[in-house]
């Protein structure tokens, strides 16, 4: 059956187009600096956003009216694999990412949850053998069940350690089965409330031999996708462990993980941690651990990860700025961890939110390659820092001075001049790019 009746697949139509079911910035066949927008952007549609929440939040049900609202258990289950490939061909995506509870309900056992996966993994695969649209990661939900409550790797209880070792083996089973591009770590409930009732040390060092036990794992069964850790810094738990890259940089780092894996960086969930989502960007880029995107913006009104669909083109251009530096994402993509409001409950409203967050990022792309291309940037910066090009900035970059030379050198200097930072002059250039590349677009 069709679940989306009303809507056609969606199109390039430019600009001037005023059919809302259409894209007037992105075109998946435009070329930009040698590849397709297609390649580049690697759109990437999430299962649990757009096919199993329901609108509901901590003040109310559901409000979301869905063609499959009326069924249940794996009826249910497969119902949103159809609809699910309905969207993904009428929006021509090439990924999808899933949670493995969001594509199958959990069992009374484990054993019985594994049939249900098997089940609707078949499905998928089934799917998938005539569809364009392939997994870009899966990953395990250990946040959500009561079990969960003081963590999954991080509890205090061994048992749900085990727990959780058999579901992330099998979600490494799963992406295999389904031939994934990545593999996903989303520590919800790894961290602590208070430390009154918290080892540390324990928690920490137990997560790292989880993150071991799943290396080894993968390797043993084959499974060669990039690992990939996904910082956020609360909600639900008050210190997470994945507070940030740098956070979670540091913790790789310790423990002689760096070479398994990357980060997936979430822009609502850098601006939780304080950053803006460009920094958490380059903090990736510069350590070569940039793995994939979460695309997604939050409402600076509003403390709590709202996930809305990214619109926010100063945003999308500063993030493609430094995907396109980092010379794209590999074998990562920009996935719409979003959902629509809970005011926006027809099914055709997440048609309207996709396009909305392809076009802001087709737009952010096209305004970065400029900036890139024109060096507007970069000339700036490497002024500003061209002291360290030559004379004693050079000698300290190349580590041939110390501090008894610096000191002397130090000791003849009468005057210390700088030069101004240009801040507002900066951004007036880069909406300038962005104002000259909208009206630039074939309208």
């Known amino acids: 059956m069709a679940y989306f009746e009303n809507v056609n697949k969606i199109q390039y139509e430019g600009a001037g187009s005023k059919n809302p079911l259409s894209f007037k910035y992105y075109n998946p066949e435009e070329v930009v600096n040698g590849k397709t927008m297609e390649e580049i952007l690697r759109f990437s549609v999430a299962y649990w956003h757009t096919f199993t929440a329901d609108g509901s939040d901590p003040f109310g049900v559901g409000t979301a009216i869905r063609p499959w609202n009326h069924l249940q258990g794996l009826d249910l289950a497969k119902a949103r694999v159809e609809a699910a490939f309905e969207l993904f061909e009428k929006l021509n ?44 990661w899966n990953t395990a939900n250990m946040f ?9 790797a991080t509890s205090n209880n061994a048992d749900v350690f085990a727990y959780s070792a058999a579901k992330v083996k099998k979600g490494l089973e799963v992406g ?25 040390k324990l928690e920490q060092d137990n997560l790292a031999r989880f993150f071991h036990m799943a290396v080894d794992y993968a390797k043993e069964i084959g499974f060669d996708a990039p690992f990939l850790i996904e910082p956020k810094p609360k909600e639900p738990t008050k210190h997470q462990y994945d507070f940030d890259v740098a956070t979670g940089l540091a913790f790789l780092q310790k423990y002689d993980l760096t070479d398994y894996f990357k980060f997936n960086i979430e822009a ?52 493609m700025y430094e995907i396109l530096k980092n010379g794209g994402l590999g074998k990562g993509g920009l996935n719409f961890d979003a959902k629509v409001r809970r005011g926006s409950f027809d099914a055709e409203d997440l048609f309207h939110a996709h396009i909305a967050g392809m076009d802001s990022f087709a737009i952010g792309l096209k305004v970065a390659n400029k900036l890139i291309e024109d060096k507007v940037l970069d000339d700036f910066v490497d002024q500003r820092y061209s002291s360290y090009s030559e004379g004693i900035g050079l000698d300290i970059v190349e580590g041939k001075t110390n501090f008894h030379q610096l000191e002397a050198y130090a000791l003849q200097l009468n ?13 007036g250039l880069v909406n300038q790019y962005l104002l000259e590349t909208l009206a630039n677009v074939t309208v």
């Open 93 to 136: 995506v090439p990924f999808f990412c899933f949670h493995d509870v969001d594509i199958a309900p959990e069992g009374a056992t484990l054993k019985e949850t594994y049939q249900n996966l098997d089940t609707i993994v078949a499905m998928i695969k089934e799917y998938m053998s005539t569809s364009k649209t392939k997994l870009l």
């Open 144 to 152: 959500t069940h009561p079990r969960y409550v003081h963590g999954a």
């Open 176 to 200: 295999k089965e389904l031939g994934a591009e990545n593999y996903v770590f989303w520590g919800g409930r790894e961290g602590y409330e208070t430390l009154l009732n918290t080892n540390m």
């Open 268 to 319: 609502n969930h850098a601006t939780l941690a304080g950053h803006t989502f460009e920094h958490e960007l380059r903090t990736a880029r510069i350590n070569n651990m940039l793995g994939s995107v979460d695309a997604n913006q939050g409402d600076t009104l509003l403390g709590w990860d709202t996930d809305e669909f990214p619109t926010d083109l100063y945003s999308t251009t500063l993030a």
């Open 415 to 427: 005057e210390i001049k700088n030069e101004s930072g240009r801040q507002e002059r900066l951004k």
